[in-house]
């Protein structure tokens, strides 16, 4: 049997967190879910102390989004942030995928090469049935 051994001083892991609940009752005036996901995203990126670095992001994880009618979302949001050179994905649902996002990005971490990951998601289902409510239709990006 080999032992693999980790060196978890040569590991250097920054972490950041920011979350955003929108407050907005008019529909047409809230922020739609993909600008939620860029301030959150700019939020943890304030937070870690990496100012302006999602461009040099490796990987752009996105928990699927209920509310987001787009057909392949976690590219557009790398571009939104400028992380032209990023892995994007989008998760499927369930319960549990936020944990596996960040146990897939400890295993990123692991592998080595400095990546730099981010794992963002956005609901924004109080909107959408306050604008169908009141009859509006949301102007939000859309590719479906």
């Known amino acids: 049997m080999t032992e693999t051994f980790v ?9 950041g967190g920011a ?5 907005e009752e008019d529909p047409l005036a809230a ?17 870690a102390g990496a100012h302006g670095s999602l461009a040099d992001l490796t990987h752009c994880f996105m928990v699927h989004s209920l509310s987001l009618r787009h057909g392949d979302p976690a590219p557009e949001l790398a571009r939104r942030l400028g992380a ?8 499927g649902m369930g319960g549990s995928i936020p944990q596996w996002l960040v146990n897939r990005a400890a295993e990123i971490v692991v592998g080595g090469g400095q990546p730099r990951i ?24 859309s590719s479906v």
């Open 118 to 141: 981010l794992i963002v998601g956005a609901e924004a289902l109080a909107t959408r049935r306050r604008a169908r409510k009141a009859g509006v239709t949301l102007a939000w990006p």
């Open 31 to 47: 922020p739609d879910p993909f600008t939620l996901m860029e301030r959150a995203a700019r939020g943890a990126a304030s937070d």
């Open 84 to 91: 032209h050179g990023a892995q994007a994905r989008c998760s």
């Open 7 to 15: 060196d978890w001083t040569r590991l250097p892991v920054v972490v």
């Open 19 to 23: 979350q955003l609940t929108n407050r």
